[in-house]
């Protein structure tokens, strides 16, 4: 994502008036060269990066406010899930056309979110395409060295935390799609818009990453599904998950639907996009944990315990009795 000093392109115009004022890092240079540079003086730089597609992770009517915020914002979620303070993102655009009714409110919304997290556009790429529309984010995050929480390192006995609530955006998804959870809820707009914000717009808990930091022995931010994320937590780590289903944390409205029957756990459990973190916390952690969870004005709740074992987590109902999921995660293939 570079500017041309003498015969602009179209392209070169387009990153001029929409992102370079987002480049307010002194390492993007104003985006007037072809790489950016960040200083890492006794810290570790955490990397990570996921792409929004058209008509798999977003739909072709999404307003481009909310993608520019989703885009961003699902890169922020595994930044804070590894315990990192956000520090700076590259962006790759793919477009169709370039149209300012979609870019101006698309730059907008990125350049408030950047500030709103402290992640500035450090540079990137934008082309042009005749496929879907695709948002590429790579975001970069700093942390004091070999601090990093990793998938691996939780231990029997961790006790298992996620934050906010579970299973709102595959509701959301399916409210914006018109499907049977938007007729359930016809009568019911605050349900429905509740839901659909979910989808479009995560929340990541990046105010919670001092706190994993210190206190989790492994954590993972929710994305594809919390049974599937939490299988791939217990594997990396070695151990095996037992999880209340009832001490799940859910909306009004996920626990309404549940109530009803209009929709089964697995669909919460297994539906993803939830952008919440998922920790494996050591008992003698815990008090600590909700304490700093409390001043960082994060919801979290346990949900369950690690034992010793191998064999896949195991989620029991209010009974004791265990759910056989037929599905945990979501898979794009």
């Known amino acids: ?43 570790d730089i955490v990397v990570t990066t996921d792409a929004i597609v058209e008509g798999v992770h977003f739909l072709g009517d999404d307003p481009p406010d909310m993608l520019a915020r989703k885009a961003l914002r699902v890169n922020l979620s595994d930044i804070a899930a590894k315990g990192a303070v956000p520090a700076g993102f590259v962006l790759t655009l793919a477009l169709r056309s370039a149209e300012e009714a979609w870019l101006k409110p698309f730059a907008r919304a990125l350049g408030e979110d950047a500030a709103h997290f402290g992640c500035p556009l450090l540079g990137g790429d934008t082309v042009s395409t005749p496929g879907p529309l695709m948002i590429s984010i790579t975001a970069f995050g700093r942390l004091p060295q070999g601090t990093m929480v990793h998938r691996a390192g939780a231990q029997a ?78 594997a990396a780590s070695g151990v095996a998950g037992v999880i209340n289903v009832p001490s799940i944390p859910l909306s009004s409205a996920a626990a309404g639907l549940l109530a009803r029957r209009a929709i089964g756990i697995e669909t919460l459990v297994a539906g993803g996009d939830d952008y919440e973190l998922l920790c494996a916390v050591p008992s003698d952690h815990v008090d600590a944990f909700l304490r700093d969870a409390r001043r960082a004005k994060v919801a979290v709740t346990a949900i369950g315990g690690l034992i010793a074992g191998l064999s896949p987590p195991s989620f029991l109902d209010g009974q004791g009795r265990e759910l056989k999921l037929r599905r945990l995660s979501y898979s794009h293939f």
């Open 1 to 43: 994502m570079t500017q041309a000093s003498k015969h602009t392109s179209g392209e070169d115009s387009l990153i001029a008036r929409y992102f370079k004022p987002l480049a307010t890092e002194p390492g993007a240079f104003g985006l007037d060269d072809d790489a950016a540079a960040l200083r890492a003086a006794g810290e």
């Open 157 to 234: 006995g961790d006790r298992v935390f996620v934050t906010g609530t579970i299973g709102d955006a595959a509701l959301g998804l399916d409210v914006l799609r018109g499907g049977p959870v938007a007729a359930a809820l016809a009568d019911d707009v605050v349900g429905r818009d509740f839901l659909a914000a979910r989808y479009r717009v995560p929340q990541p808990r990046n105010a919670l990453a001092t706190a994993v930091r210190t206190h989790a022995s492994a954590a993972m931010d929710v994305s594809d599904g919390l049974a599937g994320d939490l299988t791939k937590l217990c």
